[in-house]
């Protein structure tokens, strides 16, 4: 197991310095954020931060994320372009050893919640979720600014996405992820990179958007468009156990059988009903995963890869990016360490 952790640059509050001293940690999940969107990162920003992060005696092989150009999930013209750029940005981060790309294939909107200031029980805040709210949201309004939204777009030009989206539905949606992957997929494993597709958070449709990486099924789908380890999963034990019928020991565990778990997030939640549903600390008491289960499930199957712990809540006084504290991700990391020293010995293997 590569136990990791997100870092989003320079300007994070969370420095690498405070990571480096957490137990266990061998990689940052980072990425380039000054590269407009849909254009090639280049060799020098990315080498640039590999060196910052090597230098403090940590490794990059994973990057989270390449974006998808909208124009490539609406299936446009334009998308053979931003296709290439994509190809080229991959050969970039290849040539800095970077062994795994996550990315999302989610229209407009990235994960979603309807608060980020929650209060627990145990007075901690964090991320929230209840359907009702997002259903009298209007995300054309202007009013609403959510970690994961496509800020930077006018009112006039998400409307236009928004119904867009509903003309093309599921199942071209699909088609645009099949060509999507076709294209990409074949130059990755040619450069010995594992692509990993992160699933739609949460797991249903949101302000009418086509949404298809929902469940196992739909992994399956993913993972049958064209067949190779370089076509693989980042599976997020949060976002896909948001729904109760998604089954997170079976679905982690088949997916790293038949080696398509190329990237793993922990994260647990508590759900409520109705589609609602709070995160909560790590530990498998704290919410409706089963987390020992979970990691035994992956672990047992042959995954031996990237791992970090996903969303953290805020705990004892701090204030940063909502989800990305430094706190509660660390005990959230050197539980999953402890969780992946037993369980290594209860298998044997020491």
């Known amino acids: 197991m ?9 300007d994070d509050l969370v420095t690498l310095e405070k990571i480096r ?40 092989e994973v990057i989270e994320s390449v974006p998808v150009h909208e124009e490539i999930k609406l299936g446009l013209p334009s998308r053979d ?5 994509y190809q080229e940005t991959l050969k970039n981060l290849a040539m800095a050893g970077v062994k795994t790309v996550c990315y999302n294939f989610m229209p407009v909107f990235d994960w979603t919640r309807s608060t980020l200031t929650k209060r ?17 949201m209007d995300p054309t309004s202007g009013e609403l600014d959510l970690p994961g939204w496509a800020t930077d777009y006018t009112t006039e030009k998400l409307k236009a996405l928004l119904q867009a989206y509903a003309e093309l539905n599921e199942d071209g949606l699909w088609e645009n992820l099949s060509y999507f992957l076709k294209e990409i997929v074949p130059v990755a494993e040619s450069l010995g990179i594992k692509m990993a597709i992160h699933p739609d958070d949460p797991p249903w449709s949101i302000f009418g958007l086509p949404r298809i990486v929902k ?16 076509n693989g999963l980042a599976i997020c034990t949060g976002s896909l156990g948001a729904d109760p019928n998604n089954d997170m020991v079976e679905i982690v565990g088949h997916f790293s059988s038949v080696n398509r778990l190329n990237f793993l997030h922990m994260r647990n939640v508590l759900i409520s009903g109705n589609r609602n549903f709070d995160e909560v600390a790590h530990p498998s008491k704290y919410g409706s995963l089963d987390m020992y289960a979970i990691m035994k499930a992956a ?39 402890g969780l992946n020293e037993a369980i290594q010995k209860e298998l044997g293997n020491r």
Do not use: C
């Open 299 to 337: 672990i047992s199957n042959g995954f031996d890869g990237p791992i970090r712990p996903d969303h953290g809540r805020m705990i004892w006084g701090e204030t940063g990016k909502p989800g990305y504290g430094l706190f509660d991700r660390a005990l959230g990391a050197t539980y999953l360490y």
């Open 120 to 136: 627990l029980e145990d007075r901690s805040l964090t991320l929230s979720y209840t359907h009702d709210d997002i259903l009298k």
């Open 2 to 10: 590569q136990l990791s952790f997100r870092w989003y640059g320079a």
């Open 21 to 60: 001293q957490i137990p266990g940690m061998y990689g940052i999940v980072s990425a380039i954020y000054d590269v407009p969107l849909g254009e090639v990162w280049p060799s020098d920003k990315i080498e640039f931060l590999k060196g910052e992060v090597n230098r403090h005696g940590l490794a990059l």
């Open 81 to 85: 372009q931003f296709i290439k750029n």
């Open 215 to 230: 469940n196992k099924e739909d992994l399956n789908r993913v993972i049958k468009i064209i067949d190779s380890p370089s």
